[in-house]
């Protein structure tokens, strides 16, 4: 079963998207919302191969889970920094992920989640 992007109006005319997996037999007129009050109308795209976060591509070269939210986070902390830092400052113009500063700058943050356990004492003294 393929998967389908859909969008739908509700009645503040917001925009709003989802995913469905459809037979290709299926009928794509009548789609109703995830609420169930609202037709769906498909949107067309060749863009869409993505299954769990991941596209094919990135399926295909055997990305995991992990590395792909990885990447999703340092690129969110390049737009920050690049944001925040004043224009024509390396921080800046630098199209790199990493610059050196990251987290230690007070501007961005480093994925790091776990802290080190202490080093056993052999000896007690």
Same mark, same amino acid.
Not at 45 to 52: F, M
Not at 93 to 105: F, H, P, Q
């Given at each position: +079963? ?10 503040? =005319? =917001?925009?709003?998207?989802? $995913? ?21 109308? =498909? ?21 995991? =889970? ?7 986070? +340092?690129?969110? $902390?390049? $737009? ?46």
């Amino acid at each position: +079963m393929p998967l389908y992007l859909f969008e739908y109006y509700d009645e503040d =005319k =917001k925009r709003h998207e989802f $995913q469905d997996f459809l037979n290709i037999s299926d009928d794509f007129n009548n789609v109703k919302s995830p609420c169930g009050n609202f037709n769906a109308k =498909k949107i067309i795209s060749n863009s869409i191969a993505s299954n769990y976060g991941l596209t094919a591509a990135e399926k295909d070269k055997g990305t995991t =889970k992990q590395r792909s939210e990885y990447s999703k986070f +340092m690129r969110e $902390q390049k $737009q920050i920094r690049k944001k925040t830092y004043a224009p024509g400052t390396r921080e800046n113009n630098s199209n790199e992920i990493w610059t050196g500063k990251e987290g230690r700058d007070g501007v961005t943050e480093l994925p790091i989640d776990k802290k080190v356990p202490e080093k056993k004492k052999l000896y007690d003294k």
